[in-house]
């Protein structure tokens, strides 16, 4: 084998422990394509489709996964985030990668240099160099929307502004790809009533629509536009990455005022802000209701907890961690409120607090009806969970407290066109926890039934549950 190659890690059982989920991954989820309901990818790159170029930017850019391990590791800013060059970075990650070992970095590094660039051997200095020569040979006649064929990517859905243009959305929609690519519809800076920001932020939004925003009816006019123009481009999506469900009493005369007050350049209160956020959260669900979208929430992180880095680089930058909020009682009055009229939408809740997996799963379980099969999700591990035993937990509180039978499966939540093989690592650790259950005599020893539940989670139930054009 060459230098490269030297040692094979990631082999055709990788993480399948027994014959039976060789099977159950080998002939039912291996070749199934992917639908991808939720990740940070940029529409922009996908539409002008560029050839990748480097690794180090396709891989580490933006990546705060490795970040952390890097700075873990004792690694200088200069080369994670700074101005190193391009290979200095990655010789650091290199140098890095040993040193994860047990960590989820270290199987989702592996797997993806074996999948996109047929690479085995682990990542190491003394082979650093060859493996940046090898992907950059790769990537440089690689473009976004041929990474995604080659991993069976069938739909996208990226995050997106509601004053978002949707330019690269409309652009990617007249080409030819393999990969549809359809927007998410993400309202979290309509919340932040307190900022600075939150009056520009309004400019923006009322030029888009064309009139002023001087009232609740006026934001809410507004915001409906916003959603009806997403829909038009093929959103079925929303999503909130927020610290918690707002579900504090409110009227919207008194939010009227709140509003107008803020408009005016007065600051509001705490219980303001609560109200306010109460009431947009409330209408906004309402209204995906109306056009049948899936609502996400994304809750549970403590984020930007380094004032330091977040001085110099801003948000996203790798210092988030897992929150200890309670929720039980603010989901229960928010989509009790919903189901009583008749008004709650498909949804998908995302705990970052493991402690709190029976918590979402018995919650999500108390408004399921008839309107489909698995109506209210408690999504896959997120973020610090998604990784093996984050997942296995996952599935385990799922199976225990609902329909595992119903899950809609794994997506990436990634910035990153190289991260595709995260469903090949769902989809492995799925059939291995059931086809232990076969050994163990827990559930039936046949294959073609469990199989046929394999496949609806790792892709059917998806196809089913959002109903994608």
């Known amino acids: 084998m060459d230098k490269i190659n030297s040692k094979e890690f990631i082999t055709d059982n990788f993480l399948l422990q027994s014959k039976e989920a060789g099977i159950l991954y080998h002939k039912?989820?291996?070749?199934?394509?992917?639908?991808?309901?939720?990740?940070?990818?940029?529409?922009?790159?996908?539409?002008?489709?560029?050839?990748?170029?480097?690794?180090?930017?396709?891989?580490l850019g933006g990546d705060h996964y490795k970040w952390r391990g890097m700075r873990a590791n004792g690694i200088e800013e200069h080369y994670i985030t700074g101005a190193a060059s391009l290979k200095e970075k990655f010789s650091k990650w290199a140098e890095t990668v040993p040193h994860t070992l047990r960590n989820p970095l270290f199987h989702w590094t592996h797997l993806e240099l074996k999948r996109y660039f047929d690479i085995d051997g682990i990542l190491q200095p003394n082979n650093a160099s060859a493996v940046y020569s090898k992907a950059n040979a790769i990537l440089e006649h690689k473009t976004p929307a041929q990474l995604l064929e080659e991993m069976k990517v069938e739909v996208v859905c990226t995050t997106d502004d509601p004053v978002d243009d949707l330019r690269y959305h409309k652009q990617i929609a007249q080409s030819n790809f393999y990969t549809k690519v359809y927007p998410t519809f993400r309202p979290d800076s309509l919340f932040l009533i307190k900022k600075e920001?939150?009056?520009?932020?309004?400019?923006?939004?009322?030029?888009?629509?064309?009139?002023?925003?001087?009232?609740?009816?006026?934001?809410?006019?507004?915001?409906?536009?916003?959603?009806?123009?997403?829909?038009?481009?093929?959103?079925?999506?929303?999503?909130?990455?927020?610290?918690?469900?707002?579900?504090?009493?409110?009227?919207?005369l008194e939010?009227?005022?709140?509003?107008?007050?803020?408009?005016?350049?007065?600051?509001?209160?705490?219980s303001e802000e609560t109200a306010y956020a109460s009431c947009l959260q409330y209408h906004l669900?309402?209204?995906?209701?109306?056009?049948?979208?899936?609502?996400?929430?994304?809750?549970?992180?403590?984020?930007?907890?380094?004032i330091?880095?977040?001085?110099?680089?801003?948000?996203?930058?790798?210092?988030?961690?897992?929150?200890?909020?309670?929720?039980?009682?603010?989901?229960?009055?928010?989509?009790?409120?919903?189901?009583?009229?008749?008004?709650?939408?498909?949804?998908?809740?995302?705990?970052?607090?493991?402690s709190q997996n029976e918590v979402f799963a018995t919650m999500m379980g108390n408004f399921n009806n008839s309107d489909?099969?698995?109506?209210?999700?408690?999504?896959?591990?997120?973020?610090?969970?998604?990784?093996?035993?984050?997942?296995?937990?996952?599935?385990?509180?799922?199976?225990?407290?609902?329909?595992?039978?119903?899950?809609?499966?794994?997506?990436?939540?990634?910035?990153s066109f190289l991260s595709f093989p995260r469903h090949e690592y769902f989809r492995r650790i799925l059939c291995n926890l059931l086809a232990e259950d076969i050994n163990k005599g827990l559930v039936p020893n046949d294959l073609e039934f469990v199989g046929n539940m394999v496949q609806d989670i790792c892709y059917y139930n998806a196809v089913s549950y959002f109903d994608f054009k």
Not at 39 to 48: G, M, T, V
Not at 285 to 306: C, D, I, P, T
Not at 384 to 409: A, H, I, P, R, Y
């Open 197 to 252: 920001s939150f009056l520009t932020y309004l400019t923006t939004l009322e030029n888009r629509v064309g009139f002023s925003i001087e009232s609740l009816d006026d934001l809410l006019k507004a915001i409906k536009s916003r959603i009806e123009f997403f829909n038009e481009n093929g959103c079925r999506l929303s999503d909130y990455g927020l610290e918690k469900i707002f579900s504090s009493d409110f009227s919207d």
């Open 308 to 354: 330091r880095l977040m001085e110099a680089l801003g948000a996203d930058s790798g210092c988030d961690s897992i929150g200890d909020f309670m929720y039980a009682k603010d989901m229960s009055a928010f989509f009790g409120r919903l189901d009583k009229e008749n008004s709650l939408a498909k949804t998908i809740t995302y705990n970052l607090n493991p």
């Open 255 to 270: 939010v009227d005022a709140i509003l107008k007050k803020r408009i005016s350049g007065i600051g509001i209160d705490d």
């Open 372 to 415: 489909a099969p698995g109506k209210m999700q408690w999504g896959s591990g997120w973020w610090f969970l998604d990784q093996k035993d984050g997942m296995e937990k996952q599935m385990d509180t799922l199976s225990n407290m609902g329909l595992l039978s119903k899950f809609v499966g794994m997506l990436t939540d990634s910035r």
């Open 28 to 59: 039912y989820a291996k070749e199934l394509p992917i639908i991808d309901y939720h990740n940070h990818l940029s529409p922009k790159q996908i539409a002008e489709n560029k050839p990748m170029g480097n690794i180090t930017e396709a891989w």
């Open 285 to 306: 669900s309402k209204m995906y209701h109306e056009k049948g979208w899936v609502q996400q929430f994304h809750l549970g992180a403590v984020r930007n907890n380094n």
